[in-house]
């Protein structure tokens, strides 16, 4: 179903030039959304990023980590790899991801939970974890 017709110029110049696209119109659920529009998924990253992730609290505090500490940022996006895959870490595997680096897991736990980015438990069931919501 089409909700909007092509303009007079552009339906004369499609008439004069042959090989021209077709004026599509947007199917009518969607008029009057917000979309991104994007050629490369880098284009797409972008826009995401500017428009929703860039608000999400951890996304804030995430930039201010990275912003205040540079160089743990590749040891930090380590952690949350282990993290991701099992929902828990050890400073034991953080201690050989920053080995050589002249950091320890330490000051990168320090600086990850000072912006409440993870949450370092001691004892028996104890370990690195994803913070609570």
């Known amino acids: 179903m089409r909700t909007r017709k092509a303009s007079a110029k552009a ?15 947007i199917i009518s ?3 009057g959304k917000n979309r991104i ?8 990253r972008k826009q995401l990023d500017l ?3 860039a608000h ?16 743990m940022v590749p040891y930090a996006v380590k952690l949350f790899d282990d993290l991701r895959s099992s929902g828990r870490s050890q400073t034991s ?20 939970s000072v912006q409440k980015l993870v949450v370092v438990k001691r004892g028996r069931s104890g370990g690195i974890f994803y913070p609570p919501k």
């Open 51 to 53: 428009r929703y992730f």
């Open 29 to 31: 659920d969607l008029q």
């Open 37 to 44: 529009e994007y050629k490369e998924y880098g284009g797409l």
């Open 93 to 112: 595997r953080l201690a050989a991801h920053v080995e050589g680096s002249g950091f320890s897991a330490a000051q990168v736990l320090n600086a990850l």
């Open 11 to 25: 339906q004369q110049r499609e008439a004069g030039q042959p090989g021209t696209r077709e004026v599509r119109s």
């Open 56 to 71: 999400l609290p951890i996304m804030k505090r995430w930039h201010a980590f990275a912003k205040q500490n540079k160089e």
